[in-house]
């Protein structure tokens, strides 16, 4: 399993995953437009032809990206396609001078595995926020945040 930069022919795969997960409330759900815009901003992971995962790094401002839209198909969980894509972010981030990186999810687990640090939400810059609203959860939100430092 490799991580690659995703192919816009790949939108209609990715946005099937994300939002299988987004239906069972683990994550945000996302439109087909939002992610063909955001197509840069994609990693997938790929057997033969199928996106069988995907994850984004989305710049927010000069300092802070987000890890989001991780999303690994059922039969692969627990083979490592989530830590390759965390690694791909992170190495984005790294190469683009981005020196924190967060993410808001329901496994802390696995992000913790690559030293992320959990945080206090209201610790994060409001910018952060502005997908939130989009949220059934909101403003009660139980995912936990993450932030990830570079070493410098």
């Known amino acids: 399993m490799k991580a690659e930069k995703a192919k816009i022919g790949e939108v209609p795969q990715m946005h099937r995953l994300v939002n299988y997960f987004a239906g069972r409330g683990d994550m945000l759900p996302r439109s087909l437009s939002e992610m063909y815009e955001s197509i840069r901003d ?41 830590s390759r894509l965390i ?22 687990a696995l992000f913790e595995k690559f030293s992320f640090s959990q945080v206090d939400k209201m610790e994060l810059p409001r910018k952060v926020w502005t997908e939130c609203y989009r949220c059934p959860k909101f403003p009660d939100c139980d995912e936990v945040a993450l932030i990830y430092k570079m070493e410098v």
């Open 42 to 82: 994609y990693f997938v992971i790929r057997r033969d032809d199928e996106v069988v995962a995907c994850a984004a790094l989305h710049v927010s401002w000069a300092d802070l990206a987000e890890i989001k839209s991780l999303a690994v198909a059922e039969d692969i969980q627990k083979q490592g396609g989530g």
């Open 87 to 108: 690694v791909a972010c992170l190495d984005e981030a790294k190469e683009l001078g981005i020196p924190t990186v967060f993410c808001l999810t329901y496994k802390p």
